[in-house]
């Protein structure tokens, strides 16, 4: 007992006096306040380190803030420079066409027109002379599967004036035969006018730009020529047949009654339908820079 009480004394959790008394120290109380003390203190030198932090944070959230304002308004203003410069803005494939104003005859302004019962024979330059040289845009209707003209065709005209002007003219004759004429305005989600100036094909639009031949007769030896140049004459058209060994028997070319004015259209006979067959794979082929229009005829 007494090498414990030693131990403990020189610990210095107790005392021993004179007398033999005993007295416990307060050693852990004293350990354990120094320990609160220096915790307080830590706690309170985080908390100032907190503070600042905080406030750092702040200062750096809105100096981000400002620096993203900055990169926001930069990116926009190059955008607009790559849009304005290359023109990289989402775009329409083919744009509305801006809707003409109403005109007497044509309360709407409707600029796109059907033609019914028109002649085989017809090209883009016939019918446009019809139509006083406002047609801008052609859609031949063809069969899908077989290609073959169904002898109509939906055209627009520049103005709504002139699409009135152009439905005053049915029952008119082109080529000997009575036209029909209507208004046609397209339809919602239709692609009007069509890209090129000239196509064929089914349905509202699209289409090839070669005009699809007709029904080839039995024995066909002869056939209509259009869309020609001015500058065409019997040695160009001669030679143009020659290169598929295609032999001209003889040529006409039409003209206007009055003026007597090349209508740039003509017919071509051979010598036999083979001759005949060989010439029309020309459909389309340039002749003096322009795309012949082929179709048989009797």
Partial sequence: FKKIIQGLEQDGKLSLDAEGLVK??????EKKDKKDKKESKKRKSM???STVSEEDVSKKAKSSAGDQGDITTETQET????DEQYDTAPSIVNSEKSVAKPCKGNPQGVTRLFLGNLPFAVDETSLNEFLN??????????????GRFYGSAFV????????????????????????KINFA??????VWPPVKKVVSGGGQAGGSGVKAMSEKPENCCKLFIGNLSYDIDDEAITKFFANVDAEIKAVRWLHHKDSGDFKGVGFVEFWNTEACERGATL???????RPIRIDWTD
């Fill in 133 to 146: 040289g406002s047609v801008t845009h052609i859609k031949w209707i063809t069969d899908q599967a077989t």
């Fill in 79 to 82: 955008s607009t420079y790559v």
């Fill in 156 to 179: 627009e005209v520049d103005t709504a004036e002139n699409g009135a002007a152009a439905v005053a003219k049915a029952g008119s004759k082109l080529l000997g035969r009575p036209m």
């Fill in 47 to 49: 908390d100032e380190h």
């Fill in 24 to 29: 416990l120290k307060k050693v852990k109380k």
């Fill in 283 to 289: 459909n389309g082929k340039n002749l003096l820079g």
């Fill in 185 to 190: 305005p397209a339809r919602p989600g239709d």
